[in-house]
Nanobody
Framework: QLQLVESGGGLVQPGGSLRLSCAAS????????ITWFRQAPGKEREGVLC????????NYKDAVKGRFTISRDNAKNMVYLQMNSLKPEDTAVYYC??????????????WGQGTQVTVSS
């Protein structure tokens, strides 16, 4: 079965950190760009960060600049989203999605089921 699975979400206090993981099964991530999206309650889904197949990153959300970083480990078939200095407005369900090759407005071939991140004291 070809799928992406996110993990690492949870409840964290403001100013805390989380690392989300996106694991692929049934296919290799080597040739795919991976984007992290998020969707807060009552809001539209938005792109956060993307990493291309060659490792270049694209930031889609100014609000996370300097706080979130994206990385990949092709040997482990994994992509990560390191989130630091978390704020309550980062609360959302976070999804990873895979598209062929490069970042940008694309059709995504695979989506994960999402992992909840809640930032609250």
């Amino acid at each position: 079965q070809l799928q992406l699975v996110e993990s690492g979400g949870g409840l964290v206090q403001p100013g805390g950190s989380l690392r989300l993981s996106c694991a692929a099964s049934g296919f290799t991530l080597d040739y795919y760009a991976i984007t992290w999206f998020r969707q807060a309650p009552g809001k539209e889904r938005e792109g956060v960060l993307c990493i291309s197949r060659t490792g270049g990153s694209t930031n889609y959300k100014d609000a996370v600049k300097g706080r979130f970083t994206i990385s990949r480990d092709n040997a482990k078939n994994m992509v990560y989203l390191q989130m630091n200095s978390l704020k309550p407005e980062d609360t959302a369900v976070y999804y990873c999605a895979a598209t062929w090759g490069i970042c940008g407005p694309r059709v995504y071939d695979y989506w994960g089921q999402g992992t909840q991140v809640t930032v609250s004291s």
